[in-house]
């Protein structure tokens, strides 16, 4: 069996890029149209963020269980 992180790794460097782009951004305080769409973006943003982290957590546990399994049935034991 060949551990393939491949998945797992596109993941994290989407979302590595995508904190430093969001990084530093500053949040508008007036009450403006503008200003709450940009806010409105910022948070859509940020949740896609957690979404990719979660997602990115979820490859690699998928990796873990399928490397568990084969070591688990190549040792003749029980997972």
Do not use: C, W
């Not at 551990?3 to 790794?9: P, S, W």
């Not at 949040?27 to 859509?44: C, Q």
């Amino acid at each position: 069996m060949r551990i393939d992180l491949a998945q797992a790794r596109a993941t994290v460097q989407a979302l590595a890029e995508a904190l430093e782009a969001l990084d530093g951004t500053e949040v508008i305080e007036t009450p403006t149209r503008e200003a709450r769409r940009k806010n409105s973006d910022t948070s859509r943003t940020l949740l896609r963020l957690s979404h990719l982290g979660n997602r990115a957590s979820v490859e690699i546990m998928d990796v873990y269980h399928a490397f568990k399994e084969r070591d688990s049935a190549a040792s003749g034991g029980e997972h």
